[in-house]
């Protein structure tokens, strides 16, 4: 499979990358950050999102979706990590929309795909419960009640927790707490009795959120998949996740790269420019090429969640673990090649420095998904 766009996907970059640098450049993230913003993203520019049709473009046509895959929602990702945009895209229109798709009921799937389709529905994937990614480390219980069940546990580091309409929880019906048997899925209403959120600022200037489920009572229905056996279709949908957190951090290390070699050819020093000093040339061709095989991997894992997702999660853990090394590379070159100056606000590659080192971490960082890649290899 060659690993270029094809035109659809190409005319989708070019859209997206117009769109972003007009309505939500990195400007609008400052914005945000200074005036506190409770949502931690735009509303205005998400609902204009949802009108191009992002926000479906892992949705089934049949649900009002354009399924257009996860190349697809993978170029836009790479956009908005090119301007830093914030948003619920990775949670909802990337993580729900695979969950709800490949492992929801009929009915599942009738009540949330077209709402998230047309951004009316955020969801939020409700999964760690340490300081550490660890998804099959589960703690939260999930006991029978009834002809449903009655959920008790706390969640961590939620991404749009706070402002979520659903969440896809992660909590135990059987076994003990490091057992990948005995973990079921269950879709929660943010509004169910019971559940309380704890909005987290960070310091990529977004909100995560900390969720305590206090004998929350769901139906059923409510079981998204397998009971007991949900620890396959979490990492599936975790997988959909890090692959799009991948592509994001690859737009942010080209928008590094390119921000550092342009300040490079005007910044004077010693009375010449110093893109003519040989370890500052140096610097740069290393973190291109580091960039270029980043921007191939990632490529590769998209590709492959679209043709073979059940087979996709070695490629995509070397991409996840691949692009958590570059983007904070290149956003470290960056600071330091922009000299004292590049973490004051005068110019934005401190930013990027923030967002990466968060986007790394956030369902696992680089090491996590090096041990896993090596696990799966039989190292």
Known sequence: MAMVLNEEAGMLKDAA??????????????????TDNADGFDRKTWAAMAEMGWTSVLVPEAHGGV????????????????????????????????????????????????????????????????RKHNPSRVATKAERSGNGFKLSGRKSFVAEGHVADMMIVSARTAGGEAEA???????????????????IKTVDSRNFATVTLDGVEVTADAALGEVDGGLTALEAVLDAGRAGLSAEMSGSAQECLASTVAYLKERKQFGQIIGTFQALQHRAAHL???????????????????????????????????????AQMAAQEGVQMHGGMGMTDEFDIGFFMKRVRVAEALYGDANYHAEKFARMRQY
């Open 17 to 34: 990358r117009g769109f972003l640098a007009d309505s939500a450049p990195i400007a609008q993230l400052r914005k945000l950050r200074d």
């Open 67 to 130: 399924e257009m895959g996860h190349v697809a929602a993978g170029v836009i990702a790479e956009e908005m990590g090119r301007t830093l945009t914030a948003s619920p895209f990775l949670s909802t229109a990337i993580m729900g929309a695979t969950a709800l798709s490949r492992f929801g009921s009929d009915g599942q799937k009738g009540e949330w795909l077209p709402r998230i389709a047309a951004g009316e529905a955020i969801t939020a994937i409700a999964v760690d419960e340490g």
């Open 181 to 199: 048997e005995g973990v079921s899925l269950f879709l929660v209403p943010i509004d169910a009795a019971g559940v309380s959120v704890e909005r």
């Open 288 to 326: 291109y090429s580091e960039v270029e095989l980043g921007k191939s991997i990632v490529m590769k894992a998209l590709q492959t969640l679209d043709a073979a997702p059940d087979h996709a999660a070695m490629m995509v853990s070397a991409a996840k673990a691949k692009l958590g090394q570059v």
